[in-house]
């Protein structure tokens, strides 16, 4: 079974940069594509990225397209999501997620997404 870790998160200003980690175990991606979501504080959890297991990005969050991008090394077992440009609103809780699927949903949802990591913050504060 897939089990996922983040890791990265942290306190950053607006305008800088954070890499968060996705490392997997107990199986690899090669049947499975890899979502980041984000939950704010008092809202839902939502989809931001996905990555299919041959390495196409679906973008389901207007608000991060061309600061957010997700890339893999399998080597290291390891997704990452590239934050640029940060905002306030950016700040939450990330969460990597491994769907049942190889492909990434067209819409987000979080119906295919069966392993999850427990998380890791990103706060974005002046």
């Known amino acids: 079974q897939l089990q996922l870790v983040e890791s990265g998160g942290g306190l950053v200003r607006p305008g800088e940069s954070l890499r968060l980690s996705c490392t997997f175990s107990?199986?690899?991606?090669?049947?499975?594509?890899l979502g980041w979501f984000r939950q704010a504080p008092g809202k839902e959890r939502e989809g931001i990225l996905c990555m299919s297991s041959s390495g196409s990005l679906t973008n389901w969050e207007e608000s991060v397209k061309g600061r957010f991008t997700i890339s893999k090394d399998n080597a290291k077992r390891t997704v990452y999501l590239q934050m640029n440009d940060l905002k306030p609103e950016d700040a939450g809780v990330y969460y990597c997620?491994?769907?049942?699927?190889?492909?990434?949903?067209?819409?987000?949802?979080?119906?295919?997404?069966?392993?999850w990591g427990p998380g890791t913050q990103v706060t974005v504060s002046s």
């Open positions: 107990g199986n690899t991606l090669d049947y499975h594509a």
């Open positions: 997620a491994g769907a049942y699927d190889s492909n990434c949903p067209r819409v987000r949802t979080r119906d295919v997404f069966i392993s």
